[in-house]
Structure formats: C-alpha cells, structure tokens
C-alpha cells in the first residue's frame, strides 16, 4: 500500500450534518454506518433541527456503535439537532455558536387523548406491538 493509500485510510471521518435533519436522515445514518464500531469520527453541525425520530435514529447509531464522535457547532444546532450533538463523547462550540432549546412536541396522525395515551404506554411492547422474532432491545444508558 501507498503512503497515499495509507494516509487516506488512517483519516478520521468527517461529516457535515447541516439543514434540517429529516431531509439528509438515510445520507447521514450511511454516513454513520460507514464508520467501525468503536471508531472515531468528527460530525460538525449547522443544523436547525428536524424530525425528533431521526434524530433519536441518529443519537441510538453513536451510541449503541460505542462511536467516539466529536461534535462541533460551526453555526447552528438547534431543536433536534441538539440530540446526535449531545451523544458525542467530545463537544465544542465557537463564540459564535447558537445552540437553541425548546420542550419536546410529539405528534400523532389521530387525536389521541391523555388518557388514551397514558394507557398505552402502561402496556408491555408485547402486547402493543405482538411478537417478532429476532428482534432485540437495546437499553442505551
């Protein structure tokens, strides 16, 4: 092997993670998956936020794959945005970063009541979901 060949194979992964999340979410989780279980990257964020599910796609992906990621904020990342950002090992911001928050808001096709709601978490998945053989759950800590 060249040391080209060589010095191009030992760089550390960069991935831009910019605009919203929902629109780049199979780009961004093969971009993710590229990378070795246990192996470094560094993601940086411009990113106002998306869809909360890809972001927890994006977040349980780093996590689960023990990725040592770095994360730096270039200008935005907000919303949704702040959840792949938080589950970096390594986080850095500039002076001129803009992290914005806001409480959760979770969004259903129908009109589902608290109540309703409520009883339908309390169930086990089992019953919810029915029994799929091969299917694992991973508890993230």
């Given at each position: 092997?060249?040391?080209?060949?060589?010095?191009?194979?030992?760089?550390i992964?960069?991935i831009?993670?910019?605009?919203?999340?929902?629109?780049?979410?199979?780009?961004?989780?093969?971009?993710?998956?590229?990378?070795?279980?246990?192996?470094?990257c560094?993601?940086?964020?411009?990113?106002?936020?998306?869809?909360?599910?890809?972001?927890?796609?994006?977040?349980?992906?780093?996590?689960?794959?023990?990725?040592?990621?770095?994360?730096?904020?270039?200008?935005?990342c907000?919303?949704?945005?702040l959840?792949?950002?938080?589950?970096?090992?390594?986080?850095?911001?500039?002076?001129?970063?803009?992290?914005?928050?806001?409480?959760?808001?979770?969004?259903?096709?129908?009109?589902?009541?608290?109540a309703?709601?409520?009883?339908?978490?309390?169930?086990?998945?089992?019953?919810?979901?029915?029994?799929?053989?091969g299917?694992?759950?991973?508890?993230?800590?």
């Amino acid at each position: 092997m060249d040391q080209d060949q060589q010095e191009h194979d030992d760089r550390i992964p960069e991935i831009a993670i910019t605009g919203d999340l929902t629109e780049r979410e199979a780009e961004l989780t093969e971009r993710l998956l590229e990378i070795e279980p246990g192996g470094q990257c560094t993601l940086y964020f411009d990113s106002p936020g998306g869809s909360p599910y890809c972001a927890m796609s994006l977040m349980t992906l780093i996590r689960l794959r023990g990725l040592r990621a770095t994360g730096i904020v270039t200008g935005e990342c907000s919303s949704a945005a702040l959840w792949p950002f938080a589950a970096c090992e390594r986080r850095l911001v500039t002076a001129y970063s803009i992290l914005l928050f806001h409480p959760m808001k979770w969004q259903s096709e129908e009109s589902v009541g608290l109540a309703e709601a409520a009883e339908w978490a309390r169930q086990p998945a089992r019953k919810r979901y029915g029994r799929h053989p091969g299917r694992f759950v991973w508890h993230v800590a």
